[in-house]
């Protein structure tokens, strides 16, 4: 069972583009979201994090969206760069647990 | 400077041999140590968090059999057995500071499994 969703799986948009990373999940006991951006031959690394309790989360280009009743989140890139080409995955936790459910990731292409 | 230190980057495995992997934490005030798994499909999967020095878990999923230990507050190590022939696997270690054990993950490079 897919407990968080991402889509779309690829996407690609042109250098100054906003892109939007779309992310849902199942679990509503899950408060913790962040997303996470890999490159190729390297670990995921923490981009943004969003509570529950907040509806938006803004840091530079990216900016988190929230909505808890329809359980969806979407990851926003504004003035997209060519160096934002990589996978970027959304994933749930909950405080009371250990694990982190991540999402299968969508690898964004940056076109200069 | 990297927090998390995993070698090699890449190791073949003989099929029906066990492989041990190493992860150093270079900086012991992240407590929280975890294993996960990605597959070549880039899907994450937590696999294991340890606390404390001597804790050790075991988990089989499909495709492999894992077992994991917290040697001390800066190492942490995994033994896959039992892999598909045929199958690659990424094993990637985390750390997270803090009280919470599932925020602000710091994750190694990862060490890619292939078996024979």
């Known amino acids: 069972q897919q407990q968080v969703r991402q889509s779309p799986q690829s996407l690609t948009v042109w250098e100054g583009e906003t892109a939007i990373l779309n992310c849902s999940y199942e679990?509503?006991?899950?408060?913790?979201f962040p997303w996470y951006q890999q490159f190729p031959g390297e670990g995921p690394a923490l981009l943004i994090s969003?509570?529950?309790?907040?509806d938006k989360k803004e840091d530079g280009r990216f900016t988190i969206f929230f909505n808890k009743r329809e359980k969806k989140l979407s990851l926003h890139i504004t003035d997209s760069q060519p160096g934002d080409s990589a996978t970027y995955f959304c994933?749930?936790?909950?405080?009371?647990?250990?694990?982190?459910?991540f999402g299968k990731g969508t690898h964004l292409h940056v076109l200069p | 400077v990297t927090l998390l230190e995993q070698n090699p980057r890449w190791r073949l495995v003989p099929r029906g041999q066990a492989v041990n992997l190493r992860c150093i934490l270079k900086n012991s005030q992240y407590p929280w140590m975890s294993w996960y798994q990605q597959d070549l499909q880039k899907q994450l999967q937590w696999l294991f968090t340890?606390?404390?020095?001597?804790?050790?878990?075991v988990k089989s999923l499909p495709g492999a059999d894992y077992l994991a230990t917290r040697v001390t507050d800066t190492e942490l190590r995994l033994q896959v057995a039992n892999m598909s022939q045929g199958r690659t696997l990424y094993c990637t270690c985390s750390a997270s500071p803090g009280t919470v054990s599932n925020e602000r993950l710091f994750f190694g490079h990862g060490t890619k499994l292939s078996v024979l």
């Open positions: 994933a749930a936790s909950d405080t009371n647990a250990y694990k982190v459910i």
């Open positions: 340890l606390r404390s020095p001597g804790d050790k878990e």
């Open positions: 969003i509570r529950s309790v907040s």
């Open positions: 679990d509503s006991t899950f408060n913790y």
